[in-house]
């Protein structure tokens, strides 16, 4: 006689939701534009926790410029490091932020070339969500950098006449001039082939704007040429700006300086964006 087998069912799982899920014949709604904004914005914060490059970009980065800067040139154009650093340090923020920035236009490149790009074109989305929310992402590693600028600036002595109030008001004009500077990075990331290319053409394009600026001297004892090329700088319109928020003596026509500055940048190279990203999603 032979033992009977004894044969246990599998359980069903017809009832379960993820499988009603699947065997739905309704699509998910689709995700609204602040809610893919989001989605894009919160991958882009979690890449920087995962990539210790951008990390050191946010934090390791203004701890060694605002160093270096301060004691090399700090004795020999004021006769004091302290004294120096209360002209420097608004400038270092936004030189920390800008180079910084940078960065935004390469992690979009590397998107595009691992083929990660094309996987979010095909997504029932709000297609400029994905840039949109890469760039608010990026708005918290601005912040955080130049957070970290004026901590390192308050230990090594730097005392804002303003107070707490005008470094806020200072932090806020940078972290908007960052992102609205973003924007060529953007342009540039959808334009170029490597990610090196971004890297090394953003390089040759921001050095020559930091340092024809306000960031380390005055304009004043400059020839005047030179003084009407910083004059138009952009960089220079916002190290004013901070400047004058963290000393208690913004003006109007500071404030204005800087809007123009933000708005040209956002204007032009938003549009030039919007144009490759456009001839990106035909192709």
Same mark, same amino acid.
């Given at each position: 006689?032979?033992?009977?087998?004894?044969?246990?069912?599998?359980?069903?799982?017809?009832?379960?939701?993820?499988?009603?899920?699947l065997l739905s014949r309704d699509r998910p709604a689709r995700p609204g534009p602040l809610a893919a904004s989001v989605a894009f914005a919160w991958r882009a914060l979690v890449r920087v926790r995962r990539n210790p490059q951008q990390l050191f970009d946010a934090v390791g980065f203004p701890v060694m410029t605002t160093l270096v800067f301060t004691y090399l040139f700090g004795g020999a154009?004021?006769?004091?490091?302290?004294?120096?650093?209360?002209?420097?340090?608004?400038g270092i923020v936004v030189l920390s932020v800008v180079m910084i920035s940078m960065?935004?236009? @390469?992690a979009l490149n590397v998107d595009i070339s691992k083929g990660v790009f094309d996987r979010f074109r095909s997504m029932s989305l709000?297609?400029?969500?994905?840039?949109?929310?890469s760039l608010l992402g990026d708005l918290v590693r601005y912040a955080v950098a130049a957070t970290v600028t004026v901590l390192v600036g308050l230990a090594l002595g730097f005392r804002p006449a303003d107070?707490?109030?005008?470094? @806020?008001?200072?932090?806020?004009l940078v972290v908007v001039f960052a992102f609205s500077l973003a924007w060529v990075w953007t342009a540039l990331g959808l334009a170029a082939t490597k990610p090196e290319i971004v890297m090394n053409v953003s390089g040759l394009a921001v050095f020559p704007l930091l340092f024809l600026s306000n960031i380390f001297?005055?304009?004043?004892?400059?020839?005047?040429?030179?003084?009407?090329?910083?004059?138009?700088?952009?960089?220079?319109?916002a190290v004013t700006a901070v400047r004058h928020a963290m000393?208690?003596?913004?003006t109007a026509g500071d404030l204005t300086g800087y809007a123009v500055a933000c708005a040209a940048l956002?204007?032009?190279?938003?549009?030039?964006?919007? @144009?490759?990203y456009n001839r990106r999603r035909q192709t």
């Open positions: 006689m032979n033992p009977t087998r004894t044969v246990e069912s599998a359980p069903s799982t017809a009832g379960t939701p993820v499988t009603a899920t154009l004021a006769g004091s490091t302290r004294e120096y650093l209360q002209h420097l340090l608004p960065n935004t236009g @390469v709000w297609q400029p969500s994905v840039l949109v929310g107070g707490l109030r005008g470094v @806020v008001v200072g932090i806020l001297v005055g304009p004043d004892t400059m020839p005047g040429w030179l003084q009407a090329a910083v004059g138009v700088n952009p960089i220079t319109r000393a208690g003596t913004l956002i204007l032009v190279f938003g549009s030039i964006t919007g @144009v490759l």
